[in-house]
């Protein structure tokens, strides 16, 4: 019965976990500044149940866990991409690395809870949106680490991309052009690795296939910020014409190899 009880507890906690991070969306409608300030009101609200949780789930996964569900339930929604998607999972996973060596709830959740910035990140400012497949490079390399101690064959690349690229096509993200771009960066990876086993080059140049979903913005000028100003606004689009430069062009692509290595640096120190 006690068992019956506790699993009956823990579910309704869990619950109660994604009630509250979804439920402080909802306060975004109110004001432009009620919006900026819902993933923080999310992180508030989802203290209790994250706490609760955490006195009995004491193993790694908690935080992987809720934020593997809750990053799902938004893309099913429509509410984030996979980029967005890796920045939400990629904080659950940090809070579980954290966890398993500093078991202080004060460190672990608000790492957890950092994942909740994903849905706006690119909303707070058009230079946001220009780096938010920087910082898809910079989480996605503990993955990419753990993956490439155990596929030594030629692939690893090649499947990674094509999911997500795959993924991204069919949430309406990118076309055949940008897949291309997607794909055509990962089997790059894979023909580099043939003959240098050196994750400090390859996974760059894995990552660099981030860039396919935003490559539009300097390729196709007035037809992306069109899209802009009928997504965000007007003044968002503004704000974003002077990002269209080769110059900013240039930054996103060292940013997503930059972020990339730093990755693979903490990765390093995590995984051997």
């Avoid at 790694?60 to 809720?66: A, C, E, I, Q, Y």
């Avoid at 959740?109 to 706006?120: C, D, K, S, T």
Wanted: charged content about 15%; hydrophobic content about 60%; overall charge positive.
């Amino acid at each position: 019965m006690d068992k019956k009880l506790t699993c009956w507890s823990a579910t309704g906690f869990v619950v109660l976990y994604f009630v509250a991070v979804f439920a402080a969306e909802f306060i975004g409608f109110a004001h432009p500044v009620c919006w900026m300030l819902a993933p923080a009101l999310g992180a508030l609200l989802g203290a209790l149940p994250y706490r609760w949780l955490s006195l009995r789930w004491h193993r790694f996964g908690l935080g992987t866990v809720l934020s593997g569900v809750f990053g799902l339930l938004m893309m099913a929604m429509g509410e984030v991409d996979f980029t967005r998607l890796a920045v939400i999972v990629g904080c659950g996973v940090l809070s579980d690395l954290v966890r398993l060596g500093v078991k202080k709830d004060a460190v672990t959740y608000p790492l957890l809870a950092f994942g909740n910035i994903a849905e706006i990140i690119g909303f707070a400012h058009p230079v946001c949106w220009v780096l938010a497949p920087a910082l898809g490079a910079h989480l996605g390399a503990l993955p990419y680490r753990w993956l490439a101690l155990r596929w030594h064959r030629f692939g690893l690349g090649t499947v990674l991309s094509a999911v997500f690229g795959l993924l991204m096509m069919a949430m309406g993200e990118v076309d055949l052009t940008r897949l291309a771009v997607i794909v055509g960066c990962g089997v790059l990876s894979d023909l580099v690795r043939l003959g240098l086993k050196k994750d400090a080059v390859t996974y760059p140049l894995l990552a660099l296939g981030n860039i396919a979903e935003i490559i539009y913005l300097w390729t196709r000028k007035a037809w992306y910020l069109q899209g802009a100003a009928e997504e965000v606004g007007q003044a968002y689009a503004d704000a974003m014409a002077p990002l269209q430069s080769t110059l900013w062009l240039v930054v996103a692509l060292v940013a997503i190899v930059v972020a990339a290595e730093c990755g693979l640096w903490i990765a390093k120190k995590l995984i051997k």
